[in-house]
T-cell receptor, first 116, second 114 residues
Framework: AQTVTQSQPEMSVQEAETVTLSCTYD???????LFWYKQPPSRQMILVIR??????QNATENRFSVNFQKAAKSFSLKISDSQLGDAAMYFC?????????????FGKGTRLSVIA | ETGVTQTPRHLVMGMTNKKSLKCEQH?????MYWYKQSAKKPLELMFV???????ENNSVPSRFSPECPNSSHLFLHLHTLQPEDSALYLC?????????????FGSGTQLSVL
């Protein structure tokens, strides 16, 4: 079975500082996709970043980047120059290869607070 | 209006009531989903529709009944719910039904069952 673990229920960061959210996963697949979704107080989840397992290069989206360690099955999210608008729940998710339709497996989430 | 819209935003219902949740997407997507989000639990996929056909039902109790009249609208009909069904119900859509697709979510309906 596929699992996703987010070991940090809550994190906080000072505005303009950098924070890293942890995510580990377990899967028997060699190819898969990993995601980070953000859920702000508005409750509307938004895709932050997506990583394809066969790509060794870490994905980046502006201030958001990941540290993907395939052997360790680790997929952490780094937020640089944190802003007040980054305060939200962050969910890590694991998905099958392109052709698969097995549902995404989500972690329980990490609540990030940004301190002004 | 763009994106995924869900109504109502909040809903309180008794265990004997019948109510419906509505989801509408204006993105031209072909797949739509219902998720249940409970406190301190991972998101749970409930139903998937692909080109208006239900393709997945993840062992959801029959008191939840989905309906997809067209590719832009999705409903979740509720009847004789239990207090443990209280949760945030999220609708999502994607271009195609593949789990690596980017999901677009609505803001959810916060349901309280008394």
């Amino acid at each position: 079975a596929q699992t996703v673990t987010q070991s940090q229920p809550e994190m906080s960061v000072q505005e303009a500082e950098t924070v890293t959210l942890s995510c580990t996963y377990d899967t028997s697949e060699s190819d898969y996709y990993l995601f980070w979704y953000k859920q702000p107080p508005s409750r509307q989840m938004i895709l932050v970043i997506r990583q394809e397992a066969y790509k060794q290069q870490n994905a980046t989206e502006n201030r958001f980047s990941v540290n993907f360690q395939k052997a360790a099955k680790s997929f952490s999210l780094k937020i640089s120059d944190s802003q007040l608008g980054d305060a939200a729940m962050y969910f890590c998710a694991l998905g099958p290869p392109f052709s698969g339709n097995t549902p995404l497996v989500f972690g329980k989430g990490t609540r990030l607070s940004v301190i002004a | 209006e763009t994106g995924v819209t869900q109504t109502p935003r909040h809903l309180v219902m008794g265990m004997t009531n019948k109510k419906s949740l509505k989801c509408e997407q204006h993105l031209g997507h072909n797949a739509m989903y219902w998720y249940k989000q409970s406190a301190k639990k991972p998101l749970e996929l409930m139903f998937v529709y692909n080109f208006k056909e239900q393709t997945e039902n993840n062992s959801v109790p029959s008191r939840f009944s989905p309906e997809c009249p067209n590719s832009s609208h999705l409903f979740l009909h509720l009847h004789t719910l239990q207090p443990e069904d209280s949760a945030l119900y999220l609708c999502a859509s994607s271009q195609y039904r593949a789990a690596n697709e980017k999901l677009f979510f609505g803001s959810g309906t916060q349901l309280s069952v008394l």
